[in-house]
Each structure stands twice: as C-alpha cells, then as structure tokens.
C-alpha cells in the first residue's frame, strides 16, 4: 500500500520548495489550505502522514488536523507553525493528536527526518490494526469452527448471525466491521456450559423448566467472563454480554460503537430467530423496526434488503466426499440416534468435512448431505480446466 504524504499551507512558494526537495525520497501531494486538503483526503486518502500549517485562513492547523483524525485515525498528524507558543502547542496536541510539533521556517533535513519518524510510527500502527483485525479475527474463527464441532446447534446460529452482520455493516458502511463480525462468531460461545439438549429445546421454541431457563439467559455473562481476559476483546466482550438486552445510553462517547455493536448483535439475533421459526425476511425486519423505533431505520432498510440466499446456487444432494470449502448446509445433519452434527446455515469447513467423513466411516450416518453453493465459487468451478 502507497504511503502518501500530504503537505498542506496557505502558501504556494512553500508547498513548492518542500515538493522540490523531497518528491525524490517521499510521495508528496500538497494541498493550498484546509478545504482543499480534506477534499483530497476525502478523494484519494487515507495518508499515511499529514504535515500542516497552523496558521492558515478559514480553517487553521489545528482544526484541519482534528477533522483529519477524524476521517482516518491512523493518519499520523504533524504541526507545522512560526508561532511557538506554548499555548498553541498544548492545543494542537490535544485537540489534534499531533505526532510532531515543528517551527517555521523547517530546514529540508529536518523535515524528511520527522517524516521518516511519522512513516515508522504509521507502519507501527496499520501492524498493530492488521495483528488485531487479521491474525486475532482469523484465531478467533478457527476457535468458533472448533466449538461448532462440539455444540454445532449454537455454533450454527452464531455463524447465520456473522453473514447477517456481514451484509447489514458493509450495507451501512460502517466503520471496523470486523468487531461486529467477532462479536457475532462469539455470541453463542456461552453456550458450551449448556447440555446440547437445552439448546436443542431453545431453538425448538420449546418452555424451559425454570432452571433451564436461567442457566441459558446466564450464556452471554460466561462469555464475557471467558472474553474480557483477553487483551483487546474487552469491547467485544462487552456488546456479548448485552446482546439480549438494550444498551443503556451512557454519555461515555467511547462506548458509542460499542453500544451500536450490542444493538446491532441484539437485533440480528432476534431477526435469526425469527427468521428460524418461519417469519418472512419482511415481516421480521419491519416488526423488530416497530419495536425498536429509536434505532437506525438504516439498518432495518438494509435488513429488508437482504436476501442471505441471494449469492447460493442451486440446492442439491452432495456426497460427503465430494463436499468443498465455502459449501452452505441446507438440512440439519443428524446421526442415526438424532443427535445434531451439523446445523443447517452452517459453512462447510476442512473441519466439518474431516468430522462427516469420520462419521460416515462409522456408519452412523448416511453418504450425502444437502448443500448449497455460493455462485462465485459455482462460476470457479465449472470455468476450472
């Protein structure tokens, strides 16, 4: 990925002389002034630095810099001024999270060596970001895959939930929907602590006996309990935890996206379950929108909208050792004895191909499942040699 730096000032001599200099060791755009450089972030950002004058007519440094923040918080930010007061320093850095703070006039040495430093810092976060997003999300999947071997009724449910979440986060654009996404692959991992018959019964739409009862609405505090202790997923362990519940406004704006994931995991959840019993996709979308009336009707369009079937293909008969990767099961897969093995809407894994083929070794079950599967993987497959 191109790391871009933009260089912004009110003067034009200035923008030209650091171009001059540094175009050679950097890839420089330079912006005349505020408005024209958050049309460019907007354009052709995110940068990777962004270097700007305080001093500037209509929207100072400091202002530009917070609104850049804004757009892209990875953005390493650095001030550049003739006015070295302590007072602007204190306010550029606070209110614009300043990497650097620069005096005019910035010999050429000194600037390639501070953007130097910003690029560094810049691969040190977009790192961290990808050992979060990436490594984390990926680890966390394989975690799922494994304890929907032992629970597949719970598991299937979390995963319809993850491609519900999936359609609904890029529909709205919203911002790091891979939180969203983790939060819904882990919204049943509570539920490992519950007989497979109770979850069973749950899904059945069947009463539970009082005990019963309370032991699985207790599903989402054990998984906070087990989620909060590792680093970084305290704020998903959070939007588990009230996933059955409204999230109470808190006025904390750093709880802002954590409370929409908890709505957003609370709402789909109930949507899934719905949809599980045999409510249409429309009837579903518009009674949770009739109760829940503060909520985005954003999401509640996107909802609608959605068709989860849209991208399978055909649903057909599909022998066990014939199965691949990406295949969608379209029929619970169950033992002789009617123990569940696989849910229906559960992704066809090397996991779950390993466990069907170990079981139809034993006999214990029948040679072919029904699946669907995706069109991109169809048109793959039938333009493969």
């Not at 970001?129 to 999300?137: A, D, F, G, W």
Request: net charge negative; charged share 20%.
């Amino acid at each position: 990925m191109a790391e871009n730096i933009l260089l912004v000032d009110d003067d034009a001599n200035i923008l030209d002389g650091y171009r001059r200099s540094l175009s050679r060791e950097f890839q420089m755009e330079t912006a005349l002034g505020g408005p024209q450089a958050l049309a460019l972030a907007a354009e052709k950002g995110p940068y990777a630095v962004v270097i700007s004058d305080m001093r500037m007519p209509g929207m100072d440094g400091v202002q530009l810099l917070s609104r850049i923040k804004a757009l892209s918080p990875d953005t390493i930010r650095v001030m550049l001024t003739g006015n070295a007061d302590t007072e602007t320093a204190i306010s550029a850095i606070n209110e614009g999270s300043i990497f650097r703070f620069l005096n005019k006039p910035c010999s050429k040495e000194v600037m390639a060596k501070t953007i130097t430093a910003a690029l560094v810092q810049y691969r040190l976060v977009i790192a961290e970001k990808q050992l979060l997003e990436q490594t984390l999300s990926g680890s966390l999947q394989v975690l799922t895959q494994v304890l929907s071997l032992v629970n597949p009724a719970a598991f299937g449910r979390a995963e319809r939930a993850r491609r519900y979440i999936h359609h609904v986060v890029t529909a709205m654009k919203l911002k790091n929907p891979w939180q969203y996404e983790v939060a819904a692959m882990l919204s049943q991992l509570g539920c490992v602590t519950l007989a497979p018959e109770t979850i069973d019964a749950v899904y059945r739409g069947e009463t539970l006996c009082p005990n019963e009862q309370a032991q699985y609405d207790a599903h989402p505090s054990v998984a906070y309990t087990l989620l909060s202790k590792i680093p970084r997923l305290e704020p998903i362990a959070w939007m588990i935890e009230h996933q059955n519940q409204p999230a109470a406004e808190t006025g904390d704006a750093e709880m802002t996206d954590i409370r929409l994931g908890a709505e957003i995991l609370r709402l789909i959840l109930a949507y899934e379950q719905a949809i599980h019993k045999g409510t249409s996709r429309t009837e579903a979308a518009h009674l949770l929108a009739r109760q829940n009336r503060s909520f985005s009707p954003e999401f509640f369009q996107a909802l609608v909208a959605l068709d989860p079937n849209a991208d399978e293909g055909e649903i057909r008969k599909c022998r066990i050792d014939d199965l691949s990767a990406g295949m969608i099961i379209q029929q619970e897969v169950q033992s002789h004895d009617g123990t569940l093995l696989v849910s229906k809407g559960q992704e066809v894994t090397p996991a779950v191909i390993f466990k069907l083929k170990n079981f139809q070794a034993r006999r214990v079950i029948g040679g072919e499942v029904t699946v669907s599967m995706p069109t991109t993987t169809l048109a793959f497959v039938k333009s493969a040699p």
